[in-house]
């Protein structure tokens, strides 16, 4: 009877071989301390934000509970409602245009009473910590001060009536709570807007009630509580634990993205590892036969090198730990005001045991197969393994690779905020890993078939990819993944910046312009055209409106009964835009029913965005009911629209037969094109004079904070990418040390027949070049079709590529890679033919 070896001998004797300085298994160390290091980092930062918000809600909000409601302000019933909960405060927000002297800002109009803020204190550039302004006084951020030239004491002018530069924000306490804005805050008394006639009958504004409830109280069932109350109030209620949903769900996505990114660049290094600990046990093929002749067992071999290479693992992993929340601070600030809070130097348990499970499991996967390899032959195939190469039998690995993968899986998917999308990312890669993998494989039997040069070098650098032990699959599958990432992502952003550039000029307006008031219209458009005759301007009813139901009329859905909302259906989260008309808006396509006759005065009618009506299983004939100005109305679906959303005009998902709701108070939104090199400063100013209660947004500025979020997405995700590379090297590392033996025994022979050191480098850099010259090929063609497929079929824009830098970019990474190659190569050469002879 075979007696097993015990873990604690077999952990002394792997100790005793296993080097201080993991002499061997440093490639398995680099490898995972690359892919651990990403996730931790990813992870780190996006749990330290999500905790940030989570923390913070309560100050982030203003208070525990938030109504809002668009065009008017809370009635008496409401107001009595919510002061029995407990503290309020009201206030207003607007769209508005702030003037001093001769320049003009779009800003955002935070008009507040005298108990904000509920929660927090606002603090002044000068240290002082504020509540609401004293009236005929107002605190601006310091991004109007810049564009308006004003410092404390000056005066400024909004919707026609001064106000007095109290002081300039330093931080505004519930800043990140109110969400994206057109431009800088200015924080006003309550009782302004309407001193100013900005919240007139049809004006645009928002009305916020904050409310800091009693201790114990759950904010969630009182906000549901007050939406049973007021059903048709139209109130979009948000609670302390979702105090910015907008920021929380860009976190939480950016973040599940990095993520995958991260994990797809430990699998990459996987092969890596797996290089790694082939090389390692074939460099203790010797040991391991002797073990065997001394009478060891499979079981006990396996346990003397799996303890070997779990420490090695658990040390690369541990130090990918450390890495990667020291780089977290950095990480933050390269990312900058794309975070809606700084994260700082953090701590996340949860995260960085995440980011170790997934780097021990990547090594189980990759590890197992050459280590139960080493287990299984008998000692006298290990030691004529040199002359007589072991038979490889995949088999015995496909039990332990099968549950590292589905572990690998369920760890994704149970932790991820979007299930579908990480199935279909991990599905991707696998996808493409396989397709790279036979890539691999084609290029070997290419290479097996192709003509031999006449020049030996080449003869020789050729067959190498082909040869016995050749890496040249792994290599292609690794680097090609790597650098495919790296030509899809320039791809993708030179498009995207060809698509901005070519588009905007031809099809974005200059200005848009709210609250016109629809007695002034005309006088509106002589305005804009006394200063520039050939402007184009258009000008549609706008409303706001919440949708209440909508189905069949006898069995309508009520949106309050909703557990969650589907993101394809979005307008039915709050308040959207409304309008009305007599004719099919331009951009616009009818695709089912059709659109009422002029002058209709039937019952009331509605189309609407055919994506919406396929979200929700709508058709023809179903009915809709909007909440608005606190009033219920209910229209029958005449048609489904298909809505050119790039057009940056006016798009609407439901547009109404004007009988449905031009009752209704409202104001015009207005679109001004001017024609090409127009001067843009006297209209502004015109516009201004002429409709100080209208907000003037120039088109120009909202696309330059575009690009800027755009380029600060793209370096979050070049980071991410750059790791797949880097591993991808890791990889060609390793298949270079997993062939040192066989590479060595080539070389020497080669110099005793006479070969020169310049020529072996010369080898070198021939078979490298080759199997650059076939990853530039994989990589360019895998790299563009996928951004390909996100440029046309997913964000359906041009394909308009900048070629220059997308070669650019693959040649920086192929540069690298001969690099490497070349570098890792260099000890071989130095073998000395005797000594290299006598160790055969």
Known sequence: MTTVLPWRTAWTIARRDLSARFKGLRLLLVCLFLGVGALAAIGTLTGAIERELASRGRTILGGDLELAVWQRSPTVAEKSAFARLGATSTGVRMQAMATAADLAAPVELKAVDSAWPLVGRLTLQDGRKVGAPPAGSAWIASGAAERLSLRPGS??????????????????????????????????????????????????????????????RDPVRVGA??????????????????????????????????????????????????????????????????????????????RIYMLQIGAAALAGSLAGLVGGVLITPLLGAALGNLLPVAPGFVFDPLALVKAALYGLLVAVIFAAPPLLAARRFPAMALMRARVAPLASRWRDSVL???????????????????????????????????????????????????????????????????????????????????????????????????????????RAPDYFVLDVPRERADLFRRTVTGQSPRADVRMVPSLRGAILAYGQTDRMTRVADMAAIPDEAWPLRGERGLTYSDTVPEGNTVTAGKWWPTGYAGPPLVSIDEKLAQALNLGIGDSLTIGLLGVERTARIASLRRIDWDSMGFNYVLVFSPNAIADAPHNLAATIDLPQGSAKGPLLRAMVRAFPSSSVIEIGGVLTQARALLSQVSLAILSAASVAVLAGIAVLLGAIAAARASRTYDNVV?????????????????????LSLVLAGVALALGSGIAWLVIVQMFDFDWLPSWPRVLAVLGTGLLLVIGFALAASLPLLKAKPAQALREL
């Open 155 to 216: 005066t400024i002018t909004v919707g026609g009536k001064p106000l007095q530069v109290g002081g300039i924000i330093a931080d505004e306490p519930d800043r990140l709570g109110e969400g994206f804005t057109l431009g800088p805050v200015v924080i006003a008394p309550a009782g302004f807007p309407a001193q100013a006639g900005l919240t007139s009958p049809g004006a645009m504004y928002r009305s916020k009630t904050r409310i800091a409830l009693p201790a114990g």
């Open 400 to 506: 332990p690779v099968t549950l590292g993968i589905t572990a690998i899986a369920a760890l994704a998917l149970a932790t991820a905020s979007q299930p579908r999308v990480t199935a279909w990312f991990l599905s991707g890669c696998i996808g493409l890993l396989a397709l790279l993998a036979l890539l691999g494989w084609a290029i070997r039997w290419g290479a097996r078939r192709s003509p031999r040069p006449q020049q030996p070098l080449l003869r020789i650098a050729l067959a190498n990819l082909y040869r016995p032990g050749a890496q040249t699959g792994a290599l292609v599958t690794a680097l090609g993944f790597g650098l495919s990432a790296f030509v899809t992502l320039a791809a993708i952003q030179t498009s995207l910046d060809a698509n901005i550039a070519a588009r905007v000029p031809q």
């Open 750 to 770: 080669m110099r005793v027949l006479g070969a020169s050191r310049r020529q072996l480098l010369g080898l070198q850099l021939a078979e490298y070049g080759l």
């Open 225 to 302: 509580a007050l939406k049973r109350q007021f059903p048709s109030a139209g109130f979009e209620i948000r609670t302390r634990d979702k105090a910015s949903p907008g920021a929380e769900r860009f976190v939480s996505r950016m973040g599940d993205f990095l993520v995958l990114v991260g994990l797809a660049a430990l699998v990459i290094a996987g092969i890596g590892i797996g290089g790694g600990v082939s090389s390692y046990l074939e460099a203790r093929r010797g040991s391991i036969a002797t073990l065997k002749v001394l009478g060891a067992s499979s079981t006990a071999i396996a």
